[in-house]
């Protein structure tokens, strides 16, 4: 058990700052949804994808991120919902913080304690909600200073999808140019506008929340070198997402739902195709994708998008989703409402 609460008031005020054992913080960050998707990067060191995509930040499922540094150990350390990190998710943090720690010239460890309220790894953006917090935490515990383009620049590294969590609301990921160095500063997400008439709910059913088989990274991977329509929903995204900022902008719910169940179908069928084939979808899924289709033909606007795993995301105005979310109940285990929620932020004061 690694959990560490922040020092108290008194006690880091007695030490100067700048002093690395008495810097700690604390951040929040919430999931999002993409509504035009991220799939297919075009370096895998420095997260760059191919595409721009864009999202909508939730108000459920927060992830809590405490970062304490530690000047006597040998090496960072991590615990999820109050159990040990090991293997890959260490090796994530850790080469995480190394960025962290080269950046400030540090090199002093840290303890990492991170609460998750949505189940890891079952394509609910458990990554960009943890990633983002890190990264909020993290620049403030090594007293980094950036600006919400370099906060969403350094989550991007973490978890490409956290680089849109940094923002509140609607964000838009610019993909950017080139590779290297320009690669890397080309790439940050951004708030995109949204007319408060859009008043857009996002109800989740959550058909398995079991960790996935295929990791979104090996995923995309296959997808991008094996898959033959991978070149053609690349193409056909970037039109989506021009179409998406306008209907944003313009309020239009519709075109808002029916442009991000295309990219989404889209993507699966990128992955459908993939040599071999990876497939997240499940029975459960295609059966609240008929609820949200009758839905639809009684009149109710409800539109689906699926990430990497069987779940169902399914956008509808504020006032229809107790009825959407009545629709698609039993075909789900759970059912949760999220709104347009916070970007990521340092809780009591950052340090
Ligand atoms: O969680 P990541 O950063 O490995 O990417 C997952 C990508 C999708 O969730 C499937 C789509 C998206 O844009 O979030």
Redesign the pocket.
């Known amino acids: 058990m690694l959990s560490d609460t922040p020092a108290p008031a008194s006690a880091s005020a007695a030490r100067p700052l700048t002093a690395p054992a008495a810097r700690g913080a604390s951040a929040v960050a919430h999931p ?3 509504l035009i ?3 297919g990067k075009r370096d895998e060191q420095l997260m760059l994808p191919v595409t721009d ?1 864009l ?1 909508m930040t939730l108000d459920v499922f927060p992830t809590t991120t405490h970062v304490r540094l530690d000047q006597d150990a040998a090496e960072d350390r991590a615990a999820l919902n109050g159990e040990e990190a090991t293997g890959e998710t260490l090796r994530r943090i850790t080469a995480f913080l190394d960025l962290v720690r080269a950046r400030a010239g540090s090199s002093v460890r840290a303890v990492v304690d991170t609460r998750n309220t949505v189940p890891t790894g079952a ?1 609910l ?1 458990s ?2 909600s943890g990633f983002a917090a890190l990264a909020t935490a993290a620049a403030a515990a090594y007293g980094l200073r950036l600006d919400a383009a370099g906060l969403s620049r350094l989550a991007r590294r973490g ?4 680089s ?1 969590s940094v923002f509140s609301s609607f964000a838009l990921w610019h993909a950017g140019t080139g590779t290297g160095e320009e690669g890397d500063t080309s790439s940050y997400a951004e708030p995109v506008p949204a007319a408060d008439s859009l008043d857009a709910a996002l109800v989740i059913a959550v058909v398995n929340a079991g960790e996935k088989a295929v ?3 090996q995923a ?1 991977r296959r997808t991008v070198e094996t898959s033959p329509l991978y070149g053609p929903w690349a193409a056909s995204s970037r039109d989506d997402l021009a179409d998406m900022r306008s209907a944003l902008v313009r309020g239009d719910l519709k075109a808002v739902g029916e442009i991000a169940e295309r990219n989404a179908l889209g ?1 699966h069928a990128t992955m459908l195709a993939a040599r071999p084939a990876v497939r997240y979808l499940s029975p459960a899924t295609v059966t609240v994708l008929d609820r949200v289709l009758k839905l639809r033909q009684d009149g109710v606007l409800a539109y689906a998008t699926m ?2 795993g069987p779940n169902v995301k399914v956008l509808c105005r504020r006032a229809d989703a107790a009825d959407v979310a009545d629709a698609v109940r039993d075909a789900a285990g759970t059912v949760v409402t999220a709104r347009p929620g916070p970007g990521a932020r340092l809780l009591d004061g950052g340090v």
């Open positions: 999002n949804i993409a998707k991220y799939w995509s999202s394509g953006a990554s960009a978890s490409g999808s956290a849109r990791s979104s990274r995309m993507m990430d990497a």
